[in-house]
């Protein structure tokens, strides 16, 4: 294990984001306080309760979620893109350096920094509703695997993607509405009854409802499915990877 | 001595099925300077990154330091720096932590003072917190060798590293050339320029669509391909060749003040006793000679046209 290389590269990501702190945490600060006004006032004065939580405290964890999962795909999908549009790439591919620790500098770096602004919407949160985290280890754990599995999926789209355009296309077209669909501001039982099939569907779903169920204790769907769920994610995310290598896809010729 | 880098029949095909190398064999001594010359597309660049494993090879073998590059990619990349024709570098970034990057890169454990050592060597100690948007062209291409040194590779690869160079910059180039093969490292550069192969390179591959036509020891290669001319100064310019010397292919210079003889050196005689003679015998006196061996672009373009 060339761990010199894993931390180097870990470092110079992490560098990018300290170096622009304040763009990095105030964007997602304001936001949340926006959402808490929007939706946690406007329509939670019309909303009491949804499955016995503050409408307010029950869109925190759907917050968290969607900026948690917006923010680890966006960094790992620049952080990997960046050196392909420069053209450094040349260097990491002529490093004694392998696929996996490639992959744990950045995704390690976008999952690390999604973390950040993770636990930065959750104490913005503590300023505008009252909240108490009924199981806080399976909290800490639901968040670090969605910000792995997304900055996994990141680093994918990454290096698939061939220009800036491409880059953003994804997240708009598929992250975004899979998590307003997810559930992140609602209860997916709100839903009329088809759609609730169809939400079932939606791989986010799971991570929200789990999330929440870490918060709350009540859920979507069971824990157990939600776990499964975020397993089966991570698996298929690091199977691309793996494959991504082996074949030199998009990288090496 | 076994090679240090040791090319045999490497084939690479791109995706979309163009061959870039048609099989090439090469062997690289330890501690020499080669030089690759060969026209736009000759597939170079190709042949460099295979070696340095941007690329994979389609068919062949290749060894660095005896290790294979693509089962013990470790040992033969730990062995490389790579320096490549184009600059990529990251403009945001500083001199200095660039190429520390590259350092922790290739798995060695930080060392500033080595790092302020090769920025000192290649001029760039000033420079060394300027970020890379604000440096020249040349200063650029010099930290491009920073980062490839910064690892202390024992095989340095220099793809055209003095294309759009200055003069001056380039002899400095060659100078950080020359000390580096005195610290032992073995040099391969490609280059457009013949001077320059002439001028550092041990010896010299010519390379053309995706052959290497030839490697020879550079003086070698210059006394065996190369053309001699010999220029007979004449005291009294004549108005047309005697007609006893036309047997000899002589140009004469438009005041008839001199003839020239081209003579092959490769062959057997060069037929210069004779001609000597025979100009005596014609009446001629002459007051100087002066040989020429052509240059290495003479041959090369000569080598090249032939495959053409
Ligand atoms: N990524 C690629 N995909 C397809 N073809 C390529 C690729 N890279 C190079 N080639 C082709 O391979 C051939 C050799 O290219 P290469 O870059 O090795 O040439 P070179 O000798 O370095 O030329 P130059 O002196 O211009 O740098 C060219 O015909 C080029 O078009
Ligand atoms: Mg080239």
Redesign the pocket.
């Known amino acids: 294990m060339n761990i010199y290389a894993v931390l180097t590269i870990y470092r110079s990501e992490m560098k990018r984001f300290f170096r622009t702190i304040m763009q990095s945490l105030i964007s997602p600060v304001i936001s949340t306080s926006l959402y808490f006004i929007v939706f946690g006032a406007a329509i939670g004065s019309r909303i009491d309760e949804v499955e016995g939580v503050s409408y307010g405290a029950f869109i925190v964890p759907g917050l968290i979620m969607l900026s948690v999962m917006t923010q680890a795909t966006s960094n790992a999908s620049f952080g990997i893109y960046f050196p392909k549009f420069t053209g450094t790439i040349y260097e990491l591919l002529s490093a004694p350096v392998n696929f996996l620790e490639i992959v744990l500098g950045y995704v390690g770096a976008a999952a690390t920094k999604a973390m950040f602004i993770g636990v930065i919407i959750l104490i913005t949160a503590f300023f505008f509703v009252d909240l108490s985290i009924a199981h806080p280890i399976a909290m800490i754990a639901f968040l670090v695997l969605t910000c792995l599995s997304f900055s996994l999926l990141g680093f994918i789209i990454g290096i698939w993607a061939g220009n800036f355009e491409q880059l953003q296309l994804i997240p708009l077209l598929v992250i975004t509405p899979l998590v307003f669909l997810g559930g992140s501001f609602y209860s997916v039982s709100m839903l009329p009854g088809v759609w609730q099939t169809i939400a079932m569907f939606n791989p986010v779903v799971y991570l929200i409802s789990g999330f929440r169920w870490a918060f709350f204790g009540v859920a979507d769907v069971d824990i157990a499915i939600s776990l499964v769920a975020i397993a089966f994610f991570t698996g298929a995310c690091l199977a691309a990877i793996w494959w991504i290598f082996r074949t030199g896809w998009r990288i090496r010729? | 001595m076994p090679s240090i880098v040791s090319v045999d029949n490497l084939r690479k095909a791109?995706p979309?099925g163009?061959e870039?190398l048609k099989g090439v064999n090469l062997d690289i001594e330890e501690g020499e300077i080669l030089a690759l010359l060969?026209p736009?597309?000759?597939?170079?660049?190709?042949l460099i990154s295979t070696i340095c494993g941007i690329t994979v090879p389609t068919s062949g073998k290749i060894t660095v330091g005896g290790f294979d590059t693509v089962s013990e990619y470790r040992a033969t990349r730990d062995l490389i720096g790579l320096v490549p024709?184009e600059i990529n570098l990251e403009p945001f970034e500083t001199v200095f932590n660039t190429v520390r990057f590259s350092r922790g890169l290739f798995g060695k454990p930080r060392n500033d003072a080595y790092i302020h050592k090769i920025l000192d060597q290649l001029s760039l100690g000033d420079k060394k917190d300027s970020k890379i948007m604000a440096l020249s062209g040349g200063m650029k291409r010099r930290v491009l060798i920073a980062k490839a040194l910064s690892h202390e590779p024992r095989v340095l690869f220099l793809d055209?590293p003095t294309a759009g160079v200055d003069v001056e910059l380039r002899k400095d180039m060659w100078d950080v050339v020359a000390d580096l093969k005195a610290a032992g490292v073995t040099i391969i550069l490609?280059t457009?320029y013949i001077e320059e192969a002439e001028a550092i390179a041990d010896r010299v591959g010519v390379i053309n669509g995706g052959q290497i036509l030839l490697v020879q020891d550079k003086s070698e290669m210059m006394a065996q391909m190369g053309q001699k001319q010999l220029r007979i100064s004449l005291s009294e310019p004549v108005s047309s060749i005697p007609d006893m010397l036309r047997k000899y292919d002589l140009e004469m210079a438009e005041d008839g003040s001199n003839l020239t003889y081209t003579y092959d050196t490769k062959g057997e005689r060069t037929g210069i006793t004779t001609l000597l003679n025979d100009l005596a015998a014609a009446g001629l006196i002459m007051t100087d000679l002066q040989t020429k061996q052509s240059s290495l672009e003479d041959i090369f373009v000569g080598l090249v046209k032939e495959t053409a």
């Open positions: 010729q | 791109y979309g163009f870039a060969g736009n597309g000759a597939g170079k660049t190709t024709q055209e490609t457009h």
